[in-house]
């Protein structure tokens, strides 16, 4: 099946600090959807991405949709504490066997230290 | 703002029982999903509901069934649950099909013992 490398598996960063994370895909994705889990909680849609070259904000929070269709990065600028948690990429190929699946990518666990 | 609830944050449960998990969203949104989240295995898709009384086959659909007898519930149900089982069980909801948001809801977490 699809299979999405997030890179990367953790992050630890001091407060203020700028963060980078990305997800790549052997195949062509159309959507790109990043997620926010908090420890104990369901994840939390961020932002999605449905264009090849996008660039979308939200907050401090950008991601892009790489021009390949086959990346996506997520960039989060002066982190604070409350950014602390697992960050997830997913993705929806045109190839996959349903319209409606979703695959995930093995998330990012980021922690920021004071 | 979409709205997924889970019947329950936590459950135990003994090998052997028969496990109910209820999941409602107050969107009308068609499409309905339940994943199992495991340590270093990451989201895997168990079954998922496109429409009232319709259902797929995920990635892992062994020992597992659903119930989808309204547009806004659908059951995730463990005929004999086993330990194998104990997981985070997440529940999440997407408008449309062509709509591949989907919202999740908190999770139960289960424990079978």
């Known amino acids: 099946g699809q299979q999405l490398n997030q890179s990367p598996q953790s992050m630890f960063i001091q407060e203020g600090e700028d963060v980078s994370m990305n997800c790549t895909s052997s195949s062509i994705f159309n959507t790109w959807l990043w997620y926010k889990q908090d420890p104990g909680e369901g994840p939390v849609l961020l932002i999605a991405?449905?264009?090849?070259?996008e660039l979308t904000s939200n907050g401090r929070l950008t991601a892009q949709f790489g021009i390949t269709r086959k990346d996506s990065f997520l960039n989060i600028s002066a982190s604070i504490p409350s950014d602390v948690g697992i960050y997830f990429c997913a993705g929806r190929s045109p190839s996959s066997g349903s319209a409606r699946q979703l695959t995930f990518g093995s998330g990012t666990q980021l922690t920021v230290l004071p | 703002d979409v709205k997924v609830t889970q019947s329950s944050r936590y459950l135990v449960k003994r090998t052997g029982e028969k496990v109910f998990l209820e999941c409602v969203q107050d969107?009308?949104?068609?499409?309905m999903f339940w994943y199992r989240q495991d340590p270093g295995l990451g989201l895997r898709l168990i079954y998922f509901?496109?429409?009232?009384?319709?259902?797929e086959k995920g990635d892992i659909p062994e020992g597992y069934s659903v119930s989808r007898e309204k547009k806004e519930r659908f059951s995730l149900i463990l005929e004999s649950a086993s330990t194998n089982q104990t997981s985070m069980y997440l529940c999440?909801?997407?408008?449309?099909?062509?709509?591949?948001?989907?919202?999740f809801g908190p999770g139960t977490r289960l424990t079978v013992t």
């Open positions: 969107m009308d949104h068609e499409n």
């Open positions: 999440a909801s997407s408008l449309i099909a062509g709509a591949h948001e989907q919202y």
């Open positions: 991405l449905y264009k090849a070259g």
């Open positions: 509901s496109y429409d009232v009384k319709m259902k």
